[in-house]
């Protein structure tokens, strides 16, 4: 690799690695505020009737904020890519890094060869958030469901 392409290559991170950890910051802290919240509304519910409805509730509200945090994470690299001057409008940099996070991909969008590696890095970290959403709603369900079931164990 010839120092050019080091030097390409290099920025590429420079730019990403914040916007990882800011992502993975505001996705933890976001998922504790929903948490909290989903703990506080179904931690007294007596009845188990009506914990069914509430839970199915809850866990729709909870899941529509996590949709809300994707797209906040996606917004901030969507206004990285702006900052750099990668696309020409918010839409065409929101839609690219949309598909960048999901792994989905944006029709006929991509970065210069240059930038390339700032949307696999933004992949990359698209696979930790939503592999920390999946761990949390599974955590959500596993510790309100034996509680209002009846089968937990001590």
Do not use: C
């Given at each position: 690799?010839?120092?050019?392409?080091?030097?390409t290559w290099v920025i590429d991170w420079?730019?990403?690695?914040?916007?990882?950890?800011?992502?993975?910051?505001?996705?933890?802290?976001?998922?504790?505020?929903?948490?909290?919240?989903?703990?506080?509304?179904?931690?007294?519910?007596?009845?188990?009737?009506?914990?069914?409805?509430?839970?199915?509730?809850?866990?729709?509200?909870?899941?529509?904020?996590?949709?809300v945090l994707h797209a906040l994470e996606?917004?901030?690299?969507?206004?990285?890519?702006?900052?750099?001057?990668?696309?020409?409008?918010?839409?065409?940099?929101?839609?690219?890094?949309?598909?960048?996070?999901?792994?989905?991909?944006?029709?006929?969008?991509?970065?210069?060869?240059?930038?390339?590696?700032?949307?696999?890095?933004?992949?990359?970290?698209?696979?930790?958030?939503?592999?920390?959403?999946?761990?949390?709603?599974?955590?959500?369900?596993?510790?309100?469901?034996?509680?209002?079931?009846?089968?937990?164990?001590?």
């Open positions: 690799m010839d120092s050019i392409e080091t030097t420079v730019w990403s690695l914040p916007l990882m950890l800011l992502t993975v910051i505001i996705h933890v802290f976001g998922l504790a505020f929903i948490n909290d919240a989903a703990i506080l509304i179904l931690k007294d519910i007596p009845a188990r009737r009506r914990f069914m409805y509430k839970f199915a509730v809850v866990m729709t509200i909870s899941v529509l904020l996590m949709i996606a917004v901030a690299w969507g206004l990285a890519y702006l900052a750099i001057g990668l696309f020409p409008t918010a839409r065409v940099a929101m839609l690219y890094s949309l598909g960048a996070m999901t792994g989905f991909g944006a029709e006929n969008l991509s970065l210069p060869e240059h930038w390339a590696m700032m949307g696999v890095l933004q992949s990359l970290g698209g696979l930790l958030l939503f592999g920390l959403t999946t761990a949390f709603m599974f955590a959500m369900i596993q510790a309100v469901w034996p509680v209002r079931t009846g089968t937990q164990t001590r």
